[in-house]
């Protein structure tokens, strides 16, 4: 959904900051907020929205 995107690192960050009730939803493991999970998750969504980032030469 976001691949088309050129997203800075700012925007990427205020993304998983919108989103971040649903990741801990998602992180939570047997009724316990699973911090390590909740980064794993953070980390590939960052990866994800940052994959075909261009990079500009100056």
Known sequence: ????????????????D???NLINRYAT???KLDEDLGQEIKLLIFKVLSKNRKIEKN
């Open 29 to 31: 493991v047997d009724g």
């Open 18 to 20: 919108n989103y971040k």
């Open 1 to 16: 959904m976001f691949n088309n995107f050129n997203l800075t690192d700012q925007e990427i960050l205020t993304i998983i």
